[in-house]
């Protein structure tokens, strides 16, 4: 996963007078340190008492004594993916990047597997640069970590040099996964006669807003449902952060939970999946004979998960819950979400619900699976109690896909249901945050 490398570039404040030069137009980086534990970190191996790395006469002596591991979660490295991916689709929806104008792309990533997981995400949201774009060196370097993005360079310039034009641009993604930061850079071609010296001194780094609307289909389907999928990863990336800097999601992450708050949390939840299917169906008889096919298709799914309210209840009970099922009563940001999602179904062809559900079956796909191995881990219960949060881990990936054929549906009968998907998205990941907000903790005795 480590290999060792040096690199650099050098920084002027005008081309190179004889070779083609890189003018750096922009630079974006963020910081997502408080959305998640530290990925990343040198310390004790798990269970070891030993003192701090710290205490001891050098490095090699702690070492020795097994009190100064090396230690990665490789399980958390797919949020770091995710992360990076929703926030080059902010950089495409703001104008900072157009994909068709990008000519190579250089993207750090540690192992060969997770460019795959890029590139299927990207190709699906219309933000995808072209497989013959991207330029790596993982396998003849290795991962050379920081110094990669410079080797990387070096190496486009030695061996791409016959085919770099002025003008081209050379899109770069850094990740970093010790406390996940992402950073993304924006390069130009440029010689000595393309930007006069006096000139370039004078200028700040531009941030191309106005570039040109990308090729529309015959139909302008692809381009409704693209436009559409970057509003709601926009969305997304909003509604994660905030979930995981809630009192409940930093107690998981942190190792602070008790039992006694998976079973609130629990006791507010059952409540909110038990009404999920009745809302679906109130959606259906709202239908009108157009969406004859999106009805059946969100009936399948009520169908399929009208039961599932009873698994979670029957975690709930193993984990040592008590109360009836009909005592179970929705927080007031569960409360809030429910009302707004039936009063929603009620409306005319309420296709707009496609937005909320998005937000749903994307914290079942993307969210409790990072969490799932913390709550093994701390609180020390039989795997009888996590059964439905390992089920939905497992099979929302194939209901996201199939909310994706239910969107392809929706844009064909109505081209401007689009901008009512992302809204409601909006609305139903501002209540479901609530609904994390108002679950109460216990209070930890530290005496």
């Known amino acids: 996963m480590l290999s060792d490398g040096a690199g650099g570039v050098a920084l002027a404040n005008q081309p190179a007078k004889s070779l083609l030069s890189l003018k750096i137009n922009w630079i974006h980086q963020k910081s997502f340190s408080g959305d998640m534990p530290t990925c990343m970190q040198v310390r004790l191996s798990l269970g070891n008492t030993l003192p701090s790395y710290l205490d001891y006469p050098s490095l090699a002596d702690a070492e020795k004594a097994g009190a100064f591991d090396l230690r990665q979660s490789i399980r958390m490295l797919p949020n770091l993916f995710d992360v990076g991916l929703h926030e080059y689709a902010n950089l495409v929806k703001d104008g900072h990047v157009d994909p068709a104008r990008i000519s190579h792309f250089l993207c750090h990533y540690s192992s060969e597997r997770f460019k795959p997981m890029m590139a299927d995400l990207m190709q699906k949201a219309g ?8 330029f790596s060196n993982l396998t003849t370097k290795g991962n050379t970590g920081a110094a990669s993005i410079f080797i990387m360079l070096d190496q486009l310039f030695k061996t791409k040099l016959q085919s770099l034009k002025v003008g081209d ?32 001194a004078k200028q700040s780094l531009p941030i191309e807003t106005n ?33 995981f800097r809630t009192d409940l999601v930093s107690a998981i992450m942190l190792g602070t939970i008790q039992t006694k708050d998976y079973l609130s949390w629990m006791e507010s939840w059952i409540p909110q999946v038990r009404e999920g299917s009745l809302w679906m169906r109130r959606a259906v008889s709202s239908m009108q004979p157009e969406y004859k096919q999106l009805a059946n298709l969100v009936q399948t799914h009520a169908g399929e998960e ?27 940001g569960g409360e809030a979400l429910n009302a707004f999602m039936r009063s929603y179904a009620s409306r005319p062809n309420p296709v707009g619900l496609l937005g909320g559900i998005y937000i ?88």
């Open 127 to 134: 933000i995808a640069i072209d497989s013959e774009k991207w």
């Open 169 to 200: 641009q050379i899109l770069g993604f850094v990740s970093e996964s010790g406390r996940f930061t992402v950073a993304y850079f924006l390069l130009e071609v440029v010689d000595s006669s393309d930007v006069p010296s006096a000139q370039l």
């Open 211 to 243: 570039l040109p609307a990308p090729p529309m289909t015959d139909d302008g389907q692809t381009d409704r449902i693209a436009d559409m999928l970057k509003g709601l990863m926009d969305v997304w990336h909003g509604y994660r952060s905030e979930v």
């Open 306 to 332: 009208q039961l599932d309210w009873q698994v979670l209840y029957q975690d709930y009970i193993n984990a040592g819950g008590t109360l009836p099922a009909s005592n179970l009563t929705r927080n007031p």
């Open 360 to 447: 749903i079956e994307g914290t079942g796909q993307r969210i409790l699976p990072s969490l799932l191995p913390k709550l093994k881990q701390h609180l020390n219960l039989s795997s009888s109690v996590l059964k439905f949060i390992e089920y939905h881990g497992e099979n929302d990936q194939a209901h996201m896909l199939r909310w994706l054929d239910a969107v392809k549906m929706v844009a064909l009968i109505d081209p401007n249901s689009a901008d009512e998907i992302v809204k409601v998205a909006h609305t139903v990941a501002a209540l479901y945050l609530q609904q994390w907000k108002f679950i109460q903790l216990a209070k930890v005795n530290n005496s």
